[in-house]
T-cell receptor, first 114, second 112 residues
């Protein structure tokens, strides 16, 4: 079974803090993704990576950055957290791109920025 | 169906009945579709997928139907159980190497 783990289930941070969200997958997947999920807005893609040290912007990259130093790990960074970044953050990975790109998700990190 | 604004469409079904959850897509180049189930407090889980060269695919208690003419996808759940209560998302691959695009989801509520 594919396992995608996220470092924290719940996180509370203050405005202006630097926040790191870590994601690890154990299936040697090439592709990794970060989403945020807000009520009524569904899943919105923040950043994705198709290879180590590569990253591409998704639909809402502003206020975020990412790091992919190792194949199995994809980190999401909030340089200076703001209250509008309070959300559920979901990490996913996939083996393939395009046809049959099935993404497997972690359990999510619920972030509250005060 | 797809949500509009802040409210997620909700489908309420009696336990034991069949459920049908719908999804419309707009891109005629989309060639691969997936249904996900998300239970409260968890990440989305893969349920079933279908390629655009098929119009029906069956799994265990679930069937996905694809109508490319009207760009419509549906998920049918047979003999719905309380454990099926969740939010269901469709996702589509729009061709090439672009990431999946997700719908906003439908909440399925099973009445015991």
């Amino acid at each position: 079974d594919v396992k995608v783990t996220q470092s924290s289930r719940y996180l509370v941070k203050r405005t202006g803090e630097k926040v790191f969200l870590e994601c690890v997958q154990d299936m040697d997947h090439e592709n990794m993704f970060w989403y945020r999920q807000d009520p009524g807005l569904g899943l919105r893609l923040i950043y994705f990576s198709y290879d180590v040290k590569m990253k591409e912007k998704g639909d809402i990259p502003e206020g975020y950055s990412v790091s992919r130093e190792k194949k199995e790990r994809f980190s999401l960074i909030l340089e200076s957290a703001s209250t509008n970044q309070t959300s559920m953050y979901l990490c996913a990975s996939s083996l393939f791109r395009g046809l049959q790109e099935t993404q497997y998700f972690g359990p999510g990190t619920r972030l509250l920025v005060l | 169906g797809e949500s509009v604004g802040l409210h997620l469409p909700t489908l309420s079904v009696q336990e034991g009945d069949n459920s049908i959850i719908n999804c419309a897509y707009s891109n005629s180049a989309s060639d691969y579709f997936i249904w996900y189930k998300q239970e409260s407090g968890k990440g989305p889980q893969f349920i079933i997928d279908i390629r655009s060269n098929m119009d029906k695919r069956q799994g265990q208690r679930v069937t996905v139907l694809l109508n490319k003419t009207v760009k419509h996808l549906s998920l049918q759940i047979a003999a719905t159980q309380p454990g099926d209560s969740a939010v269901y998302f469709c996702a589509e691959n729009r061709g090439g190497n672009t990431p999946l695009v997700f719908g906003k989801g439908t909440r399925l509520s099973v009445i015991a």
